[in-house]
């Protein structure tokens, strides 16, 4: 069993930026593969970002070039690093976790594992 707790959300404005992290229970967290979701209010949640566990990030489009991820496994810690933030970047964001490693999955259905959330506002 894995237990990922987020923290680092807030209120920010645009232009701004942010760091949050995800830190996990458990002996294996180097051979997961760790995901970033978000799911604003009234939308289904949706892929943000992932790392396998060779180290190879993942964007979803949208936030390619602002938001990178990285992970440090010593520390059984994933962060997302935020930048240029915009309004439309305000949601809850869930950490989640993949034992297949592969950090290819896009979908809830493809992480077991799952955080508690943290909220993400940007004001215009």
């Not at 930026?17 to 593969?33: M, P, Q």
């Amino acid at each position: 069993q894995v237990r990922l707790v987020e923290s680092g959300g807030g209120l920010v404005q645009a232009g701004d930026s942010l760091r949050l992290s995800c830190t996990a229970s458990g002996r294996t967290f180097s051979n997961y593969a760790m995901g970033w979701f978000r799911q604003a209010q009234g939308k289904e949640r949706e892929f943000v970002a992932s790392i396998s566990w060779s180290i190879v990030p993942y964007y979803t489009d949208s936030v390619k070039g602002r938001f990178t991820i990285s992970r440090e496994n010593a520390k059984k810690t994933v962060y997302l690093e935020m930048n240029s933030l915009k309004p439309e970047d305000t949601a809850v964001y869930y950490c989640a976790a993949d034992p297949s490693g592969s950090g290819l999955g896009r979908y809830d259905h493809d992480y077991p594992y799952w955080g508690q959330g943290t909220q993400v506002t940007v004001s215009s």
